[in-house]
């Protein structure tokens, strides 16, 4: 009860692609609460899974959500979001941001198979 779970997933045609971000968010009963997608140009496969995350979660405290389950089934996203490293130099400010929300709400972060 009270908790509720964004998955989110981005997605890029090439690494170094055509990209775009996406997710939902659900209550404890499965029911859809929010979503939300977006467009993002030219950019990477770990950018396109950091930004949906990042929208995600902001969608949340936008939406007073506090108590978040974020599911995602990029690996790499979810070895560099809690890491004490700043992440690659080009995703330190994307991964900041995503620090600095998360640590505005109580919440679980894990991978989820495609």
């Not at 995602?72 to 004490?84: E, M, N, R, W, Y």
């Not at 400010?93 to 640590?103: F, G």
Request: with cysteine.
């Amino acid at each position: 009860m009270g908790w509720f779970k964004l998955n989110a997933d981005g997605a890029s045609k090439g690494n170094l692609g055509v990209a775009g971000a996406g997710g939902i968010i659900t209550n404890h009963l499965s029911q859809t609460v929010l979503a939300f997608q977006e467009h993002l140009g030219l950019t990477s496969n770990t950018t396109t899974e950091l930004k949906a995350i990042y929208e995600g979660v902001k969608l949340c405290i936008d939406n007073n959500i506090r108590k978040i389950w974020v599911e995602i089934d990029a690996k790499v996203a979810l070895k560099l979001i809690p890491s004490p490293s700043q992440g690659p130099w080009h995703l330190q400010n994307l991964l900041q941001q995503i620090r600095n929300l998360l640590s505005q709400t109580q919440f679980k972060i894990s991978h989820i198979f495609r």
